[in-house]
């Protein structure tokens, strides 16, 4: 029975363990749901405040973009009132009363009686108030008149009242006996006008003619009026009856431009314009209509047909050679123009692959053609130099080039290793150029010695092959580089090293075998 009671006791516990943690687990669960409406709320407000950071950096840009606005408005304002500042003028009194005289100057003109016309006016007196801020130029010690900046605020016992009064001496017209009566000139011919006006001591003013139906040359219009009272030697302006109709003049011949000028004079002008091919100077004109001596009413038009250079088929040049494009160009009255080249394949070397203007096309004759040539492509040179020249001939071979003139050259210590070639490496050349090159090599003391020893001119130095060589041995001479340096010394220097007795002959003979000797 204990061990039922313990069990019961320990099966008490545990419910009452349960229950507990049922009461803790419902306590943490209100206390999540607290944080998690908490934390939910401070959600929407980090939100909301981003959404406000948001709108405040748009406001903020926004400023600033008008802040920059305003900033360039305010430096070109600033730029403006400093140009105007420079151009402004510090008027003195004599350029203030020089304006004001000016302009009753105008004044009075614009009053003045027209011809003809017998009542005038005339402005006795101009009064000018003007206040101002007046000061003393410090430089030239002139009265002058301040014109106040912009914004400026003058305070009025500042300012001071300048008053200007002109007046004008009215001018005395003519009396009547000193006028002269305009005569009636309407329906007199130009001649018997100007005589009339001659009489009366009056002249010709402008002339102008109008076409009428009044005969030609007839007097249809006169300012001033016959009968006006006008002071001596006036000018009395005439228009004078031009002809209705305009005869046509012959325009065949002539230059469109030339006759331009003939025609407006006439009243006449050009209306359709066509141009035609002709071996004539272009623009010159080849016929009209209406024709010559045909009668027109005034401002009339006429048609005209006027040359052009004569146009020729452009023959096409593609395929053929440089030379027979030309020859075809000559024979159709064309000419070659600029040749350009460009890289081709091989079947086209040498021929036309593009022209200008293009085949089929009218151009005048003698207008250039410009070609494009095909040629063949450029390569690259290698570089061979310090090559062997077993090596040189492949990589030439192997860039499309060809081993040319080979030839050698003494090295002291190099053998057949390319020295020079040409064309230099870098340089672009056709394909298949040959490239020639200059090859070391190296001479044994005892190959020279015995090159010298078989020479034939050995016994013109003077001495047998056994001395010479002796003396070159006593001299140090080595190597062949010693004995390049003493073939380029002058005779009596060779005749010193060598010790030798006949000094004229034997430096040169002994040079000259050594020289040919060593180009072997």
């Known amino acids: 029975m204990p061990l039922e009671e313990e069990l019961k006791r320990r099966v008490t516990k545990l419910e009452l363990d349960l229950q507990e943690a049922q009461r803790l687990l419902v306590i943490r669960d209100a206390d999540l749901s607290a944080k998690k409406e908490a934390m939910a709320q401070k959600t929407d407000t980090i939100r909301q405040l981003q959404s406000q950071n948001k709108a405040l950096k748009t406001d903020v840009e926004t400023l600033h973009r008008e802040i920059a606005a305003l900033t ?46 017998r009542v005038g006016y005339t402005v006795s007196q101009f009064d000018i108030d003007l206040k101002t801020a007046v000061t003393i130029d410090k430089d030239d010690k002139k009265v002058r008149f301040l014109l106040p900046e912009i914004g400026d605020q003058l305070p009025a016992e500042n300012l001071s009242t300048v008053k200007f009064t002109f007046q004008t001496v009215p001018k005395v017209e003519p009396p009547d006996e000193d006028l002269v009566e305009v005569p009636a000139l309407l329906g007199l011919s130009k001649k018997s006008a100007f005589q009339e006006l001659s009489k009366r001591n009056l002249k010709t003013g402008t002339l102008t003619k109008q076409a009428s139906d009044y005969p030609p040359d007839t007097i249809i219009g006169q300012n001033p009026d016959g009968g006006d009272l006008v002071p001596g030697n006036s000018a009395i302006d ?11 003049p012959l325009l065949v011949g002539k230059l469109q ?3 331009q000028q003939y025609l407006t004079e006439l009243g006449l002008s050009f209306g359709k314009v066509e141009r035609q091919e002709n071996p004539a100077p272009e623009g010159t004109i080849l016929s009209q209509d209406p024709e010559a001596e045909t009668r027109l009413p005034d401002g009339g038009v006429i048609d005209i047909v006027i040359a052009q250079p004569e146009r020729v088929l452009v023959p096409d040049l593609r395929g053929t050679l440089l030379d027979e494009a030309k020859t075809i160009l000559h024979e159709k009255g064309l ?58 001939r492949e990589i030439l071979a192997a860039s499309g080039l060809l081993t040319g003139r080979v030839t050698r050259r003494l090295h002291p210590q190099l053998d057949s290793v390319v020295l020079v070639q040409k064309p230099s490496a870098g340089e672009k050349v056709a394909r298949g150029t040959a490239v020639d090159l200059v090859v070391a090599k190296k001479r044994l003391i005892r190959e020279i010695l015995e090159s010298i020893k078989k020479h ?29 340096h003493i073939a380029g010394l002058p005779d009596l220097e060779v005749a010193g090293v060598l010790k030798l007795r006949n000094q004229v002959e034997a430096p040169s003979f002994v040079k000259k075998i050594i020289r040919q000797v060593l180009e072997e």
């Open 72 to 117: 360039s408005e305010k430096e070109q304002l600033a730029q403006k009132i400093a140009e105007f500042k420079a151009v402004r003028i510090k008027p003195t009194p004599t350029t203030l009363i020089n304006s004001f005289r000016m302009a009753m100057d105008d004044l009075q003109e614009s009053l003045k009686p027209k011809i003809g016309e």
């Open 257 to 259: 431009a030339d006759a």
């Open 238 to 248: 005439l228009i004078v009856a031009r002809s209705p109709y305009v005869v046509v």
């Open 456 to 484: 034939p001119d050995i016994r013109k130095t003077g001495f047998t092959y056994k001395t010479l060589a002796g003396r070159l041995e006593k001299a140090g001479i080595d190597s062949v580089e010693k004995f390049q």
């Open 335 to 392: 000419r070659s123009g600029p040749v350009t080249k460009v890289d081709s394949s091989e079947d086209q070397q040498g021929r036309v692959l593009e022209q200008n203007p293009e085949a089929g096309s009218r151009a005048p004759v003698q207008t250039e053609v410009s070609l494009v040539i095909g040629r063949a492509v450029r390569i690259k040179v290698p570089s061979v130099v310090r090559k062997s020249l077993d090596q040189a």
